[in-house]
């Protein structure tokens, strides 16, 4: 992963900060330029709420690059409160205890390393709601 | 817009070509299809082709192609819409000639996986997705279609035993096929022994690495009456995209790219599905091909795999499909899938396709697709 690419997509991955339309409200993650609903250009930012639910998930076994120290590890597609949705490793729980529907929050981790003296890479991850 | 023929076709055998670079498998299928034809000269090259950077760091493939076949000066460029390269390919061919701008025209695909190792493979089939947003989640290609299989069989309960009616059904087909890389046939219990590769898709459902090139040749019908017999028309070429990335869709069990464009595509043709005698699905996972009778409109909405089951995709079934492998197990070198179902569907409708004949195959089908349908490319041949 190169620097700027990295530097770039930090504030939008690190805050998992995405893009509501200012017309029709629809919200986005990523941030588009132009809304497919209603075709409107203008975008507020907004940070996403930081709860969710399971939507579906899948185990990695086979890793790409720089992720085999995770191997194996959960993904899944979460849905957050506000109706947009994101892609996520799940954490801080068993693989067998993932399921469907279940209730995650949001929580600033480790992404992946590019190598021994590359970028240490951040993002979010979810886990499951401490009550 | 003219009408468009094909008059020549010719492929490699799928499999690990070490000895072969990418220029030569190409030449070698494009060669064996210019022989089929019977023709020396073409104007116009197009050469779909998904990883030539990340694994052979190769790009300029037209230009590449075009002079190791001894025609450098031709119109030529490379073509790329992820898995569905190829068959996007043979959309722009079919554009080409058409138009009336050209008369010949090669469409081909082309793609050496096993030039970089197995984890490379994964991380560059994830330019499928958005990589910032997609990729950096850490899931996989295989991790995108296993989303789509475990909600599908949550939503409509189905059993694990009912996903591998695809790949069991290519493994049949390609027992027969000498272009096929894995031409044995397997058993519903093998392929649920077979291990996990991302929860809940198993390793047989899931189409391997390899390399391999297919070609066709393009003409206006008028002249491919007067060359070939019998004649295969191509009477629609559509496409359509979907949201790029998975996670974004409302509705993740919905092809909506394949069916936006196979509805193009029955109008273009002006056909109903009935009439289609063989099928080519793009089964990269079995989740793809279930979901993709759906799109096509050969099942109903979350019937597609028992569809499937109940062996009406078999060669002696209502809908043949992927009567030669599929891509579970004719292969899926990337770029070249989407003219390999070309190929195939052509042998069908010229009566060349061996132990696998679909008696008085008439109307063929293709849906070639890009990432998890963010891309779909559908042909409908014609025997004349």
């Known amino acids: 992963m190169s620097v700027p690419r990295y530097w770039r997509e930090t504030p939008y991955r690190y805050m998992l900060v995405g893009g509501k339309c200012s017309d029709c409200g629809k919200i986005y993650y990523p941030i588009k330029k132009v809304c497919r609903v209603c075709g409107s250009r203008d975008f507020d930012q907004v940070k996403l709420g930081d709860r969710g639910k399971l939507v579906t998930f899948t185990v990695i076994r086979s890793p790409p690059s720089g992720y085999e120290e995770y191997t194996p590890y959960v993904v899944g597609i979460v849905e957050l409160d506000d109706d947009v949705r994101v892609i996520s490793q799940i954490v801080d729980c068993d693989i067998e205890d993932v399921r469907t529907g279940m209730e995650l929050e949001a929580a600033f981790r480790r992404a992946s390393t590019d190598g021994d003296s590359g970028i240490v890479m951040y993002g979010t991850k979810f886990r499951p709601v401490i009550s | 817009m003219r009408k468009v023929g094909i008059i020549g076709i010719g492929c490699t055998k799928v499999g690990e070509h070490w000895s072969t670079s990418l220029r030569d498998l190409f030449a070698e299928a494009a060669l064996k299809a210019l ?15 998904m990883l030539s950077a990340h694994a052979q760091q190769q790009e300029h ?32 061919g079919f554009k080409a000639v058409a138009s009336g701008l050209v008369d010949f025209v090669m469409v081909g695909g082309v793609e050496k996986m096993t030039d970089i190792s197995t984890p490379e493979v994964t991380t560059a089939l994830m330019m499928a997705e958005n990589r910032e947003y997609s990729a950096f989640s850490g899931i996989t290609f295989v991790g995108l279609n296993a989303l789509c299989s475990r909600l599908y069989m949550e939503t409509f309960e189905v059993k694990p035993e009912e996903m591998m009616a695809f790949p069991v059904n290519d493994h049949s087909n390609a027992a027969n096929n000498p272009h096929a890389q894995y031409p044995f046939k397997i058993t519903v219990e093998r392929a649920i022994q077979s291990a996990m590769v991302a929860d809940p898709i198993h390793l047989f459902e899931c189409c391997g690495i390899g390399d391999g090139a297919a070609v066709a040749i393009l003409c206006p019908l008028e002249i491919a009456k007067k060359l070939k017999s019998p004649v295969i028309e191509v009477s629609a070429s559509t496409t359509a995209t979907n949201i790029l990335n998975l996670y974004e869709r409302d509705d993740l069990l919905d092809f909506a790219a394949t069916r936006r464009a196979v509805n193009q595509a029955y109008a273009m043709a002006n056909i109903d599905k009935k009439e289609i005698d063989v099928l080519e699905v793009h089964d990269a996972f079995s989740i793809v091909g279930v979901l993709s009778l759906e799109a096509l409109g050969f099942a109903e909405r979350g019937m597609g795999a028992r569809f499937a089951v109940e062996g009406k995709i078999a060669l002696d079934g209502e809908i043949p499909t992927n009567t030669m ?32 004949q679909v008696e008085d195959a008439e109307v063929g089908l293709a849906q070639n697709v890009g990432g998890v349908d963010s891309t779909a490319i559908i042909h409908v041949l014609r025997r004349n």
Do not use: F
Not at chain 2, 330 to 352: D, F, S
């Open chain 2, 35 to 49: 022989d089929d034809a019977g023709i020396e000269k073409i104007e116009s090259l197009y050469v779909g082709n």
């Open chain 2, 61 to 92: 493939l037209g230009a590449l192609m075009a002079d190791n076949i001894g025609i450098p000066g031709v119109q030529a460029l490379k073509v790329e819409a992820a898995c569905g390269s190829g068959g996007m390919a043979v959309h722009e």
């Open chain 2, 325 to 356: 492998g599929g891509l579970k197990a004719r292969g899926h070198p990337i770029g070249a899938t989407g003219v390999y179902q070309i190929v195939e569907l052509a042998m069908q409708l010229r009566g060349e396709a061996g132990e696998n």
